[in-house]
């Protein structure tokens, strides 16, 4: 069975998602059998390269909020990751564009080492005081190193704007045909999407439907769950 599933490294949703799809698949009993395939999704695409900014004051504009309401509903993600189990920085991170990331992911999946690389990026933007926007190309390159890609083949592909452009290009248009308007979405043997952050619950659930089911695409979607889209990430209330 296949697990796709598109995210963007700059959503939050997607990190805590995709420790909350692996807690389930872990105790899936055919986990063995899933392949798991990660695809892409830009929130921001339209954002220059070199326009990187600090995420709270992106938050209280775009949402209309004081930055004290902002600092609160990154302390309520951060809670969220926390209990996950994941590492995540409230303060002084930013945010930008995350073309580049895509296309390495996707060359990285090539190497077999997508997985890998997909959970370095989330560490490096959520959990580190360094950036994945600011500091340039060998950033990047040297997270890929962390992921087992050789140094000078990623910075082949990010020197090269068009490498791997085509792929992201396609991965977003398929999310647009499946119905995917935010991120994280999960499809399951396109049998079954489950969109959202969604408990560990609901991922075991869809799991075990898919498994040895032949049905169109049905969406497990839940309005109160927390996702990230064109218009930007949910806003958790406190």
């Known amino acids: 069975m296949r697990v796709e599933i598109w995210s963007d490294i700059a959503c939050p949703w997607?990190?805590?998602?995709?420790?909350?799809?692996?807690?389930?698949?872990?105790?899936?009993?055919?986990?063995?059998?899933?392949e798991v395939v990660h695809r892409s999704f830009e929130l921001d695409p339209d954002r220059a390269k070199a326009d990187a900014g600090p995420v709270?004051?992106?938050?209280?504009?775009?949402?209309?909020?004081?930055?004290?309401q902002a600092e609160a509903a990154e302390d309520n993600v951060g809670a969220q990751a926390a209990a996950e189990g994941l590492e995540y920085r409230t303060r002084?991170?930013?945010?930008?564009?995350t073309f580049d990331m895509h296309r390495l992911l996707h060359f990285a999946k090539e190497q077999g080492r997508q997985d890998e690389l997909v959970q370095i990026l989330y560490r490096a933007n959520f959990a580190e005081e360094r950036s994945v926007f600011t500091e340039g190309d060998e950033r990047l390159v040297e997270l890929a190193?962390?992921?087992?890609?050789?140094?000078g083949s990623a910075r082949e592909v990010l020197a090269d704007p068009a490498a791997y452009a085509d792929e992201v290009r396609a991965d977003e248009r398929e999310a647009a045909q499946l119905g995917a308007n935010g991120v994280p979405f999960f499809v399951l043997d396109r049998q079954y999407g489950v969109s959202g952050a969604q408990p560990a619950e609901v991922f075991t659930q869809a799991l075990t439907q898919a498994?040895?089911?032949?049905?169109?695409?049905?969406?497990?979607?839940?309005d109160t769950a927390e996702a990230c889209g064109p218009d930007g990430c949910a806003v958790p209330q406190t």
């Open 14 to 34: 997607c990190y805590v998602g995709k420790a909350r799809f692996e807690k389930a698949l872990e105790a899936f009993p055919h986990r063995e059998q899933v």
């Open 56 to 68: 709270i004051p992106m938050l209280a504009q775009k949402y209309g909020l004081s930055e004290a």
């Open 92 to 97: 002084g991170r930013d945010h930008g564009n």
């Open 145 to 151: 190193v962390e992921a087992g890609l050789d140094a």
């Open 211 to 222: 498994w040895g089911e032949r049905s169109p695409l049905t969406l497990i979607q839940d």
